[in-house]
C-alpha cells in the first residue's frame, strides 16, 4: 500500500484531535479508508500524541514539529560542528542522582571541548558501580576537575558501557574556556566595541532587536572557535577563552562592548564587511517590481554576483589574518578553515544582514566610535 500523504497524516489529525485526542490508530485508520485516504503509520499515530502532549490545536507534520523542538540555540551545543574535542587526561569526579542516593564516580578525561568532556571510568568496583546506578541520558550532573580546581554543571549525553570500562559524555550547562586542560595558553583580552547601522527606520521591538543581538553573539563566537581550530591545525598553542559581554546599549544605533582577544577581533572585522553587500542582495529580492520580470531578474542577478564576489574577498581577508597570526597551517588545514569560516562566520553575517542591519562599525572602547 502506498504510503501516507501529508493530507492523509492531517485528515487523521483531525479525528484523533476531535475524539479529544482519545482515538486508538485502529479506530482512525478505518475511518480515513473509509472518506478515500490512505492508513497512517504507527508512526504518525505517536506524532500525534507528541502533538496533543505539546499543545498543538492544528496540524504540524514531523519535520516542522521536531525542528520546533529543535529550535533552542543553548541546547544541544556539544553536537555542534563548531568545536574540536582534544585529548586530555585529567582527573574528575562526576556526580548525579539515581533515585534518592547521590552518585559519585572517579574517572579521567579522554576529550574535552568548550562545550564538554568525555570521561572514561576504568576501575572495576567503579565500572560495577555505575553499570548497577545507570544515569538517565538528559540527566543532570555535576562535573568537578582535580587540577585545578574547577566545578562546572551539565547533563549527560552519551553513558557506554562495556566489561572493562564506562565512557560518559556529558554536556556543559554553558560554555568553558578549557585551555588548561589542552595544554594551551590563554591570550590576553581586549575590550571590542561593535555599533550596528539599520537600513530605513529603525525597529524597537523584541523580535528584530532579539534577532540583531543573537546573530551578533553568533559571529562573535563562531570568530572565536575559528581562531582556536586555526591554533589547533597550526602550531600555536594560544588559546581566545569565552567572549564576554561588557556593554550594551541601544539608542540611535545598538552598541556591544565584548570582551575578547586581539585575533577575534581581527577575524571579526574584515566579516562584517559583508554586511553591505549582503543586505543590498537580500533588499532587491525582497521588494516588488513594477518593471517587467527580465529586468527584475537582471537585478538580482547583478546583486547576487556583487554579494558573492564580496563574500570570496572577505573569506581570503579572513584567511590571511589567520595566516599572518599563526604559522605552520598546511594547505588542507586552510581549507578546511575556509569552509567553516563560510559555514559558521558568514553566514551569522548573512543571518545579521536580513535584520535590517547593513553595516558596523568596530573598535577597541578606547577608541571614540565605541565609547
Known amino acids: 500500500m502506498p504510503n501516507a500523504t501529508t493530507s492523509d497524516a492531517r485528515a487523521g489529525w483531525e479525528m484523533f484531535r476531535t475524539s479529544g485526542f482519545t482515538a486508538e490508530l485502529e479506530h482512525i485508520n478505518?475511518?480515513?479508508v473509509s472518506a478515500g485516504h490512505r492508513a497512517v503509520s504507527q508512526r504518525t499515530y505517536s506524532h500525534y500524541r507528541n502533538l496533543a502532549t505539546a499543545g498543538y490545536t492544528r496540524y504540524v507534520s514531523i519535520n516542522r514539529f521536531d525542528v520546533a523542538r529543535a529550535a533552542r540555540p543553548y541546547e544541544g551545543v556539544g553536537a555542534s560542528s563548531r568545536y574540536s574535542f582534544l585529548a586530555a587526561s585529567a582527573g574528575v569526579q562526576i556526580t548525579f542522582p539515581r533515585g534518592r542516593k547521590l552518585i559519585e564516580a572517579v574517572g579521567k578525561l579522554t576529550d574535552v571541548g568548550d562545550t564538554g568532556v568525555v570521561v572514561r571510568f576504568d576501575a572495576p568496583e567503579t565500572v560495577a558501580a555505575l553499570t548497577r546506578n545507570r544515569p538517565r541520558i538528559g540527566e543532570d550532573a555535576g562535573l568537578d576537575f582535580f587540577e585545578p580546581r574547577h566545578h562546572v554543571n551539565g547533563r549527560i549525553i552519551d553513558f557506554e558501557t562495556s566489561e572493562l570500562a564506562v565512557r560518559v559524555e556529558i554536556e556543559f550547562g554553558r560554555l568553558q574556556s578549557v585551555s588548561e586542560y589542552v595544554g594551551a595558553k590563554e591570550l590576553p583580552t581586549i575590550e571590542l566595541g561593535i555599533q550596528l547601522s539599520e537600513s530605513g527606520s529603525m525597529s524597537d521591538s523584541v523580535d528584530v532587536v532579539g534577532r540583531q543581538l543573537y546573530y551578533v553573539f553568533e559571529l562573535m563566537e563562531s570568530?572565536?572557535?575559528?581562531?582556536?581550530?586555526?591554533?589547533?591545525?597550526g602550531?600555536?598553542?594560544?588559546?581566545?577563552?569565552?567572549?564576554k559581554v561588557a556593554r550594551i546599549r541601544r539608542d540611535s544605533r545598538l552598541m556591544i562592548a565584548f570582551v575578547t582577544t586581539v585575533i577575534v577581533a581581527a577575524i571579526t572585522k574584515p566579516a562584517t564587511m559583508l554586511l553591505g553587500v549582503a543586505h543590498k542582495y537580500h533588499m532587491v529580492r525582497e521588494?516588488?517590481?513594477s518593471a517587467n520580470e527580465q529586468s527584475a531578474n537582471a537585478d538580482i542577478a547583478r546583486a547576487k554576483a556583487n554579494y558573492e564576489q564580496k563574500k570570496s574577498e572577505v573569506l581570503i581577508e579572513i584567511l590571511q589574518e589567520v595566516r599572518?597570526?599563526?604559522s605552520g597551517i598546511s594547505e588542507a588545514g586552510l581549507l578546511k578553515l575556509e569552509r567553516i569560516a563560510e559555514r559558521d562566520i558568514l553566514n551569522s553575517v548573512d543571518s545579521l544582514s536580513v535584520q535590517a542591519v547593513d553595516g558596523a562599525t568596530i573598535a577597541e572602547v578606547d577608541d571614540d566610535v565605541a565609547q
Request: charged share 30%; glycine share 0%.
Open 287 to 289: 521588494q516588488k517590481y
Open 235 to 243: 602550531s600555536s598553542v594560544d588559546y581566545s577563552p569565552v567572549v
Open 30 to 32: 478505518r475511518n480515513l
Open 223 to 233: 570568530a572565536r572557535a575559528f581562531s582556536n581550530e586555526a591554533r589547533r591545525l
Open 324 to 326: 599572518d597570526r599563526i
